[in-house]
């Protein structure tokens, strides 16, 4: 049995495992990120690894999971967002502190790897995985091989256009998929609904402490699982997007799954009904074709690590 380390850099923690070949993790560790450093950054990445080497003698390689570009090469984070990583050379920083291979990986496609190998995707070649969190993240799985794209920043698909001169984003682009489809929508729907019509959202104020910006994701999920009109009619509005958006891209892809992971899938059907709903209706060439599958993430937030620390086996 071969060990490898997987460990999910994101905006706000590190959270790295020891995992073996059947995708299970043994031991985990997670810190904080010291987000406006790279230099720290790659310290914390290079000390959770120290620690988990020194149970483990049998690791052999580590896959960072990055919520950031990626280069094809896997070494070098072009830029995140949510990160001080400008052409960072990341894999060389961390190799030269851990003594071990490295590579390197966006996050959502670690994630997709994960889940394609080990969880919901088990069985599936065509897969799409969509995040739906703060923003949307993306990875392809294309003839059972993760999908990166000619430059390695493939399947960013949170930033196609759905609403020309929509809702700005944080790409630097109106419009984006993500600002329509994400966790985030579904909070900015429910507060513009309690500011418009208090009266329709009073269960949302009520649980938002009475203020519109006092209503985040959860309270919203708990008042439509109470049949809440106002909070049900929020999670339609937000699933016809993540529907329709599917439908777009079952147009180019094709796939046979769509697998439906991130903090608003936490939802299950309150999501995942209307939504599906909303992808058939939507489908191109429907009556005519095979609905592609549209399922629940398996492994939760342990996907990326799973998923890098597999890729980092077959590196
Ligand atoms: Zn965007």
């Not at 003698?57 to 919520?67: K, M, W």
């Not at 930033?159 to 600002?179: A, K, L």
């Not at 106002?230 to 094709?254: H, Y």
């Not at 796939?255 to 903090?263: D, L, M, R, S, V």
Request: hydrophobic share 45%.
């Amino acid at each position: 049995m071969t060990l490898t380390i997987g460990v999910d850099v994101g905006g706000t923690k590190v959270a790295a495992g020891v995992v073996d070949d059947h995708g299970r993790i043994i031991e985990k560790l997670r810190r904080p990120t010291p987000s406006t450093s790279p230099h720290e950054t790659a310290a914390v990445i290079a000390e959770v690894v120290d620690i988990l080497k020194g149970k483990f003698d049998e690791v052999e390689a580590v896959g960072l999971g990055a919520a950031g570009f990626v280069d094809e090469s896997r070494s070098m984070v072009l830029f995140a967002p949510n990160l001080a990583w400008r052409d960072e050379p990341l894999k060389k920083k961390v190799e030269s502190q851990v003594g071990l291979p490295v590579i390197v990986e966006n996050d959502a496609n670690a994630t997709a790897w994960g889940e394609a190998k080990f969880g919901a995707g088990r069985g599936e070649d065509h897969i799409v995985l969509i995040t739906l969190g703060t923003g949307i993240g993306g990875g392809l799985i294309m003839d059972g091989e993760l999908y990166r794209g000619r430059f390695g920043i493939g399947g960013e698909f949170g930033h196609f256009r759905v609403v020309p001169d929509g809702r700005r984003c944080g790409c630097g682009n109106r419009g984006c998929w993500e600002q329509y489809a994400s966790g985030n929508a579904l909070v900015a729907e429910a507060r513009e609904l309690a500011r418009v019509s208090p009266a329709l959202a009073g269960r949302l104020l009520e649980l938002g402490d009475g203020s519109p910006e006092g209503i985040s994701g959860p309270e919203i999920t708990e008042a439509a699982r109470g049949g809440d009109t106002a909070a049900l009619e929020c999670f339609r509005s937000v699933a016809v997007w993540v529907g329709q958006g599917m439908a777009d891209l079952a147009a180019i892809l094709d796939p046979g799954a769509f697998i439906i992971g991130g903090g608003l899938s936490e939802a299950g059907d309150l999501l995942l009904d209307p939504a599906r709903a909303a992808f058939e209706n939507a489908l191109t060439g429907r009556g005519h074709r095979v609905f592609a599958d549209i399922r629940m993430a398996e492994l939760g937030p342990d996907a990326g690590i799973v998923g890098a620390a597999d890729l980092a086996r077959l590196r």
